[in-house]
């Protein structure tokens, strides 16, 4: 509300400028109450478009998003971005598209023709609705479909035609084959043929590889038997009782089987004093002899890399004055061994060439103790039989 102003005084030119100042006053208050009464009544305007579409606010429409230029890696597998209205496509390098707009025969674009989108009015307080003056159908490439709404869509393979013998997995456009343990895939790139494992090396297994469908098991020989997945371990018969000795006859056992030997291995004039050991009881009979022979027996890979040491021979007693020699009586016309004397009381037999099994090889080793002081001399043979395995473990 304005009111009117007046003022007492007499003067007639004071009266007039306070009462112009009156109306001023009045009129900007009407003018500032009208702005403010048609800034309230008119209401908000809002823009909306729909998925795919964004408002231009210079151009007051509604335009396509490229998601080919926006969406880092839009499309995935080798596939080309093609942008729609309101959308985008993945589509084949080959993939062909076909535009048609209702009249005449359709035609074919490019693969690499965009489509141009048809962009939609916006009236203010309303929200946008796209509007597609023309129809399109697409010709798909192989591993894809047109769905319902003309969109190719990928074909799942996997699903519709089970191309793989044993694994498939899907991929956009196309499909892989994979193919369990023990298999690999053929030239066809769908079916599976088994790996030969054992062909693959000669050390997958110690003795013996055996290729099975998708796998492959070692096997042992005779006398063996499997320890963990490759190792053959020898069957020791004569602890296990798996022979067939007689009740006079000692089983030994060696690489790979066994073998009976008499317990009284004494022959005339010889008799037995002990375990494995033979004394001639007649010097007179026993003259030129060995007045003791002692067996031993042991067992040796076939083909055991040389040179190895393998037997150890040792004077029982040891006196003053006394001198021990060792040498190989018989056994030995290869040349497959020879003593080396590692002290007065002992030496070591070396074998100097591989022994290939199975064989029995019997070596003589001798034992001469004599003093010169004494004017004393003895002799001794201890009977080695060593007994090669069929097999080098």
Request: glycine share 8%.
């Amino acid at each position: 509300m304005c009111e009117r102003l007046q003022s007492s005084s007499t003067h007639g030119g004071v009266n007039h400028r306070v009462v112009m100042l009156g109306i001023c006053l009045c009129l900007s208050v009407a003018v500032h109450f009208a702005v403010s009464q048609e800034a309230e009544a008119q209401e908000p305007v809002t823009y909306t478009c729909t998925e795919g579409y964004e408002f231009d606010f210079e151009k007051q429409i509604c335009k396509d998003i490229d998601e080919c230029k926006t969406v880092l890696e839009a499309c995935k597998g080798g596939m080309k971005c093609i942008n729609h209205f309101g959308g985008y496509l993945c589509l084949p390098h080959n993939a062909r598209i076909i535009v048609s707009n209702g009249e005449g025969e359709p035609t074919t674009a490019p693969p690499v023709e965009r489509f141009q989108p048809v962009i939609p009015q916006i009236s203010r307080g309303e929200f946008s609705r796209v509007i597609q003056s023309s129809s399109h159908s697409i010709q798909c490439g192989v591993g894809f479909m047109p769905d319902s709404q003309n969109y190719c869509r990928d074909v799942n393979e996997c699903l519709t035609a089970n191309p793989c013998q044993h694994q498939c997995y899907n991929l956009m456009g196309s499909y892989i084959c994979q193919c369990e343990v023990g298999f690999e895939l053929a030239s066809d790139s769908a079916s599976c043929q088994d790996i030969n494992e054992c062909e693959i090396s000669n050390y997958i297994c110690q003795f013996q590889c055996v290729n099975e469908p998708g796998a492959f098991h070692c096997a042992c020989p005779e006398g063996y038997q499997l320890k963990g997945l490759r190792i053959c371990q020898d069957i020791d018969e004569c602890e296990t009782g798996a022979h067939n000795c007689r009740e006079d006859e000692m089983c030994w056992n060696y690489y790979g089987g066994y073998r009976c030997y008499p317990k009284d291995p004494c022959l005339e004039p010889y008799v037995k004093t002990g375990e494995g050991r033979c004394r001639c009881q007649s010097q007179t009979v026993c003259r030129g002899l060995p007045p003791v022979i002692v067996y031993k027996y042991m067992s040796i890979f076939s083909d055991r890399s040389v040179p190895a040491d393998i037997f150890q021979i040792q004077a029982t007693s040891v006196y003053p004055n006394m001198v021990n020699t060792f040498t190989i009586k018989n056994g030995n016309e290869g040349g497959e061994f020879y003593l080396r004397r590692s002290s007065n009381v002992n030496a070591m037999l070396v074998m100097t060439k591989p022994l290939t099994g199975p064989r029995e090889h019997v070596v003589d080793l001798e034992m001469v103790t004599q003093s010169n002081v004494l004017s004393y001399r003895s002799s001794s043979l201890l009977r080695l039989t060593i007994v090669v395995g069929p097999y080098p473990f």
